[in-house]
């Protein structure tokens, strides 16, 4: 009999490329958006979901499905909505965020700027302190959006903890930082932290390759999924040159950025890199790595930009290209 998933944000980044997954694997796949729109997969069928609306996301649901996969939840408002509705659900996969960690310290990422960078383990593993629950912060938010979960579920439910994600269809892709550069013909790039940062990368067809797997066997945990090597940001921005057959000249510096030249939406003082192991002790392997993927991310921030999507500002206020002429007269000075 075939299998049904309803995966809520079904035309996001994420959405996309797990229902693609899934139908290849034989799923009947349903994509709920707030636009209802047709996904850009053969075979997958749309639904339009407002989940704030009273009822929306038991009518998605219908009878029943045998997987639920939220791309979009946030909050432990979202927790509670997935819970009411568990007992016509199969399995969960719930996306979260490998900014929820913190460290021995109880330096987290959303508090960086007040508090120092955190200084994490290489690798991160999953039973790495987290931050505390509450309101306060997106990573707050995370992390009691899990903990509902855990404490709530009748069901299996796997959560899904990413870094920086990249693939078609984002809406804040890290990757127009180099993009645009490329395009507006630059040559040079100044680089912070020596350009040594490691923000792991994570593939979206390797979040999807993942929730096919755990799907196979339904369990609840929590799972790190990353990319299979965490380049820096200088070898982020010579792959991304490749891509375009462009010439680029990465110029690092020690330090941090200096009024923001030599900023990078990877850029930090100390590396953030996750452990897959337990992800992998569940049979996944990933799909791909961050050169062999990085193209199509490309291709899709430089679609968008054409129609007009605005990026957030970590991305696209980072374009200061006076300052950075400014400042490489000064070095060569």
């Known amino acids: 009999m075939t299998k049904t998933a309803l995966i809520i944000g079904g035309t996001g980044q994420i959405g996309l490329a797990t229902a693609a997954a899934l139908a290849i694997d034989g799923w009947r796949v349903i994509a709920a958006s707030r636009t209802g729109g047709a996904p850009a997969v053969d075979g997958v069928e749309s639904f339009r979901l407002d989940r704030d609306e009273p009822g929306a996301l038991a009518r998605a649901i219908g009878p029943g499905v045998d997987a639920l996969i939220d791309t979009v939840a946030f909050d432990e408002g979202h927790a509670r909505q997935l819970l009411d509705l568990q007992a016509n659900v199969g399995a969960l996969v719930v996306i979260s965020s490998a900014s929820v960690y913190r460290d021995d310290a109880g330096r987290t990422l959303d508090e960086a700027r007040e508090t120092g960078f955190p200084h994490f383990p290489v690798p991160i593993g999953e039973d790495q302190p987290t931050v505390a629950p509450g309101p306060a912060t997106y990573s707050t938010r995370k992390i009691a959006l899990e903990q509902a979960l855990l404490r709530g579920a009748s069901r299996p ?64 945990r929590i799972l790190n999924i990353a990319d299979p090597e965490a380049p820096t940001v200088s070898e982020i921005g010579q792959t991304i040159a490749q891509v375009y057959g462009h010439d680029l000249e990465i110029v690092p510096f020690e330090g941090p950025p200096q009024r923001g030249v030599g900023a990078s939406p990877w850029s930090t003082p100390r590396p953030i890199v996750v452990s897959v192991a337990r992800a992998e002790a569940t049979g996944y392997r990933p799909v791909t790595a961050y050169e062999n993927a990085v193209g199509a991310a490309c291709r899709s921030a430089e679609a968008m930009a054409a129609q007009g999507v605005a990026f957030p500002d970590y991305i696209g206020g980072m374009f200061d290209y006076q300052a950075e002429d400014d400042w490489l007269r000064t070095l060569t000075a």
């Open 157 to 220: 439910v796997t959560i899904l903890r990413p870094c920086a994600i990249h693939g078609p269809g984002s809406r804040h892709p890290r990757e127009w930082f180099f993009v645009r550069r490329i395009r507006d013909g630059r040559r040079v790039v100044p680089l912070a932290f020596s350009g040594a940062s490691r923000f792991h990368t994570t593939a979206t067809t390797n979040i999807a390759e993942l929730v096919r797997v755990a799907l196979e066997a339904p369990a609840t």
